[in-house]
């Protein structure tokens, strides 16, 4: 097997053109680094980059937080990010409500963050949420922006001590 040069954005190839994944013509998504709670497991899952759960269920129930990436406009603010989270969200999941929401900010990371209640679509189990919204640095030259959101989810019940956990996650997240 012969190692591509990363480095090199296109080149020909009979009338071709090679592109390479990541290179400056195809960004890859940002490099970051958080603290994953003691005995947490860190794990894959469609549609996320990471998920990061808890060791045990608590009432049947297994404690995660989700981190999605999606790529978007530049133009896209935290604002625009969050009304079109909100507006899937509800599609998905009609009886959510928003219980607070808040721009905070964790070392470089200007965070929206947002309190949902709802009913877990298939078993209308009482569910919480904490979510976190937020931008990658943008390259100078580049179209598009990384959003990142941890979707940290719990029991109703059980959010009150999950939450911490879930704040813990998001302060500590790091672009390298």
């Known amino acids: 097997m012969t190692v591509m040069d990363t480095t090199t954005q296109i080149e020909?190839?009979?009338?071709?053109?090679?592109?390479?994944?990541?290179s400056a013509a195809i960004?890859?998504?940002?490099?970051?680094?958080?603290?994953?709670?003691?005995?947490?497991?860190?794990?894959?899952?469609?549609?996320?980059?990471?998920?990061?759960r808890a060791p045990k269920s608590t009432d049947e129930f297994w404690d995660n937080a989700?981190?999605?990436?999606?790529?978007?406009?530049?133009?896209?603010?935290?604002?625009?990010?969050?009304?079109?989270?909100?507006?899937?969200?509800?599609?998905?999941?009609?009886?959510?409500?928003?219980?607070?929401?808040?721009?905070a900010r964790f070392g470089?990371?200007?965070?929206?963050?947002?309190g949902v209640d709802l009913e877990a679509p298939q078993s209308g189990r009482k569910l919480?949420?904490?979510?976190?919204?937020?931008?990658?640095?943008?390259?100078d030259d580049a179209k598009t922006v990384d959003l990142f959101q941890i979707i940290g989810t719990s029991t109703a019940d059980h959010m009150a001590v999950a939450g911490r956990t879930f704040v813990e996650i998001i302060a500590s997240f790091r672009f390298l």
Request: aromatic share 8%; hydrophobic share 50%; glycine share 6%.
């Open 128 to 139: 919480a949420q904490l979510q976190a919204l937020f931008l990658a640095p943008a390259a």
């Open 27 to 52: 960004r890859p998504v940002p490099s970051f680094v958080f603290a994953a709670p003691d005995g947490w497991v860190v794990d894959d899952a469609p549609g996320a980059v990471a998920v990061i």
């Open 108 to 114: 470089n990371n200007v965070v929206y963050l947002r």
């Open 66 to 103: 989700m981190i999605t990436h999606d790529r978007v406009a530049r133009s896209v603010d935290l604002e625009a990010a969050a009304t079109a989270s909100w507006g899937r969200l509800k599609a998905g999941a009609p009886s959510a409500t928003v219980n607070t929401e808040r721009v």
């Open 12 to 22: 020909s190839a009979g009338g071709h053109q090679v592109v390479v994944y990541p």
